[in-house]
């Protein structure tokens, strides 16, 4: 049986029950009051992740920690299609370059949203210019893919676990004072995300309405 | 420059920190009306502010020595002070006192809105399905059925009662969806405090409190108090279950457009369902209000 201990407001616990909920894969929830209470980082909490950070996920016996590995591992474990981890190498290589963006978004976008919503010691600015600066990139790709006929962040015809571990953060940017406005590519990426079947809300994230119907 | 709030707001108490999340002997620094606070914790527990000078978040700090303190009041879990003249009292919420409630602060969360436009969302029946979908409301059951509005001369607050709704899950106590009466109370210009039927038990009432900071013009922060009946939660779950609906709640809040709250009636179109904001709007007119909002054009 697999366990998360998750706190509702976190884009990094969301990553999981996004995917949990796509592979339709059934778990439960210890949650973790992250805001006010810290318990991420109380001994109990340590002694599942030393590092003291959101999400940690048990299955049966074995505790996982870092919700990039944690997608690979759901993936990899769960995804009989085998679509949403590609075992190709290059593909992998591919899937594993964006969970290092993800984690970028994370110390950017997520950081500016700790700042101004959570009273969270960060530099604005710098959080903000830095998401900036990739939503840019993602843009450009994104636009690039589209021309190509590629709708998803990787090569494949479908999504993969980096459409889901760059997805949150993206989406609660707004909350950090960073707007999309600018990156149309990135914003119909979005809705693609959002029209994924099996997807699921967070609080902050509504669902994308239909699609265009030519 | 900012413009000085209104003597009313001035002298008002405002919320700045729930208690016991102020650390003992390190400074926290916040916004207050466009003014810079430090504050922190004595040894005996009890919260010290200040105006900030050069003070930085995490410095080390000796209560005592603080010697130009404004004024501070404890209540229902949080620290308020005041940037002018103080009334003697806070508002009351007598519920918070009965020993079998849980009673806890729910986080304090920035937004970018001004502090009026929060307690006008938290005062809106007709979002639920919408925003709150499958929690506090779900389609078909949109309507927001006729409900009481006054203003109380002898307590100065704004009131609604009557205010009837149907939710699949009011709280974390609830097992199923029932029709839930709530009133609200408007009892500050910037905070309010509802009480809603409680699924544990049918002759008493959660109370749900927002107060909101006034950081700037534009931006608060909402300061969320439950005082529960409920015997099985957590305080991590009933925590969670607040911090759900707040924070699909502030997207919603930060895309308000203009961020201040208009006050001329001829601003924005209410519909019948805004009856409690429309007298919201009012009362803070007719108290002088000037701070958050859009005044009348006189």
Redesign the interface.
């Known amino acids: 049986m697999i366990t998360l201990y998750d706190?509702?407001?976190s884009g990094n616990c969301y990553k999981l029950r996004l995917l949990m909920s796509i592979l339709n894969l059934p778990y439960d929830i210890v949650?973790?009051?992250f805001?006010?209470?810290r318990?991420h980082k109380a001994d109990w909490f340590l002694r599942l992740n030393p590092f003291g950070q959101l999400p940690v996920l048990k299955d049966d016996d074995l505790v996982l920690s870092d919700s990039g590995a944690i997608l690979a591992y759901l993936a990899k474990k769960y995804d009989t299609s085998g679509l949403w981890f590609p075992d190709d190498p290059a593909i992998t290589a591919e899937v594993l370059r964006w969970h290092a963006v993800a984690d970028d978004i994370t110390s950017t976008s997520s950081a500016a949203r700790l700042a101004?919503?959570?009273?969270y010691?960060f530099n604005i600015e710098k959080s903000q210019r830095g998401a900036h600066r990739i939503f840019r990139l993602m843009d450009e790709h994104l636009w690039f893919g589209e021309k190509a006929g590629r709708d998803w962040l990787c090569s494949p015809a479908h999504p993969t676990t980096a459409d889901i571990a760059c997805f949150p953060y993206v989406m609660l940017s707004?909350?950090g004072?960073i707007s999309r406005q600018d990156y149309p590519a990135l914003r119909r990426w979005t809705d693609r995300v959002r029209r994924i079947p099996g997807f699921t809300v967070?609080?902050?994230i509504?669902p994308a309405g239909p699609a265009k119907v030519d | 420059m900012p413009q000085a709030p209104d003597p009313i707001t001035r002298n008002l108490w405002h919320v700045v920190a729930?208690t016991d999340?102020l650390p003992i002997g390190l400074v926290e620094t916040?916004l207050l009306l466009d003014t810079r606070l430090a504050l922190t914790r004595g040894s005996d527990g009890e919260p010290v502010v200040w105006l900030r000078t050069d003070e930085e978040?995490?410095d080390e700090i000796d209560a005592d020595s603080v010697l130009e303190r404004l004024p501070v009041r404890t209540a229902y879990g949080y620290t308020w002070t005041c940037l002018g003249t103080p009334d003697a009292e806070l508002f009351p919420i007598p519920e918070f006192a009965e020993p079998d409630r849980v009673n806890m602060?729910?986080?304090?969360?920035?937004?970018?809105v001004s502090a009026p436009r929060a307690v006008e969302n938290f005062l809106d029946m007709g979002h639920f399905p919408y925003v709150h979908t499958d929690i506090l409301g779900s389609e078909p059951h949109t309507e927001v059925k006729e409900y009481d509005v006054e203003v109380s001369e002898e307590r100065d607050e704004v009131l609604a009662t009557k205010c009837r709704f149907i939710q699949p899950m009011a709280a974390k106590s609830a097992v199923g969806a029932m029709e839930v009466e709530y009133v609200y109370r408007v009892p500050h210009p910037f905070c309010s405090v509802l009480y809603k039927s409680c699924p544990e038990d049918e002759t008493r009432r959660d109370v749900i409190g927002i107060f909101l900071q006034p950081m700037t013009e534009e931006r608060c922060?909402a300061h969320l108090l439950q005082s529960m009946i409920d015997s099985t939660s957590?305080?991590?779950?009933l925590?969670?279950f607040q911090?759900?609906?707040?924070?699909?709640d502030?997207?919603i809040l930060?895309?308000q457009y203009p961020k201040k709250l208009p006050l001329d009636p001829r601003s924005e179109t209410p519909i019948r369902a805004d009856k409690s904001a429309i007298a919201y709007r009012r009362w803070l007119s007719q108290k002088g209000i000037t701070y958050g909002v859009i005044p009348q054009a006189s």
């Open positions: 706190f509702e407001l949650p973790v009051d805001f006010p209470g318990q101004l919503g959570y009273d010691n707004e909350e004072g967070m609080s902050g509504f | 729930a999340e916040t978040n995490g602060s729910c986080g304090s969360i920035g937004i970018h922060r957590t305080i991590t779950d925590r969670r911090q759900t609906i707040f924070g699909q502030k997207p930060e895309n």
